[in-house]
């Protein structure tokens, strides 16, 4: 008897593959209502861990940035800085410019929280998180939620696609009021210029799909100095200030 040959396809194409397949009712209960438990488990799990930490700044940022890179050392002085105005810092809790947010924070004495999450490539949470304040998730949504929901602004170093990501989530969410108003930053000019330009240009001049108001929310500094300076002045002219 002649045995089918067995086709070799890559983890991607299997992923595709699986998108197209009639699924009976039971393969989807029992795989959908596995994926709610472990989602809500993430959440109840971040509620716990994060629900008492008081005022934090989210750092985002590249995995990729190297300890030698301008970007991590000034990464580094950010959190150093915001962790002695009151602060505590939030990353992604990986290496790169993740590791130089934690590291300022530790080094200093605040706290310093890593949401880390599984990839199959270059994610690892660094050495610089509290240990009782590293949560790892699977689902990338859930972990964008910790990031706003207990962050009261936004640093937001050179990245990539993620960055982007979370860059446009917390604009969204702010833009569209499902959260406070809250600071962003980007550190940078020479990197975000030309993003700036594009949504200036084309997104508000040419197309009209913002308006003038939320360019606003964008704030564009070069110096460590200047990314706190635009917090402390948010929290001062609210005459809010840092309960620790």
Request: proline share 5%; charged share 25%.
């Amino acid at each position: 008897m002649q045995k089918v040959k067995q086709e070799n396809i890559s983890p991607e194409e299997h992923r595709i593959r699986q998108a197209f397949k009639d699924r009976d009712w039971n393969e989807i209960k029992i795989a959908d209502s596995w994926a709610i438990f472990k989602v809500m488990a993430e959440f109840v799990t971040g509620f716990e861990k994060l629900g008492k930490i008081g005022p934090c700044v989210s750092i985002f940022g590249s995995a990729r940035t190297k300890p030698d890179n301008p970007y991590y050392k000034m990464a580094e002085e950010i959190a150093a800085k915001l962790v002695r105005h009151g602060y505590g810092v939030i990353t992604g809790g990986g290496p790169g410019i993740m590791e130089a947010g934690n590291k300022g924070a530790f080094e200093q004495g605040g706290k310093s929280v890593g949401l880390n999450i599984h990839l199959p490539f270059e994610q690892f949470h660094n050495v610089y998180i509290d240990p009782d304040k590293i949560i790892t998730f699977d689902y990338f949504f859930v972990r964008k939620v910790m990031f706003v929901k207990y962050a009261q602004g936004f640093i937001v170093m050179p990245g990539g696609m993620g960055t982007l990501d979370e860059l446009f989530e917390a604009i969204t969410l702010i833009q569209t009021q499902k959260i406070g108003r809250f600071p962003i930053v980007l550190v940078g000019r020479d990197y975000w210029q030309g993003l700036m330009d594009w949504i200036e240009q084309v997104m508000l001049g040419r197309e009209k799909n913002i308006s003038e108001e939320d360019l606003k929310l964008i704030n564009i500094v070069d110096t460590p100095t200047d990314a706190v300076k635009v917090i402390d002045d948010f929290y001062s002219k609210y005459l809010l200030q840092p309960n620790f």
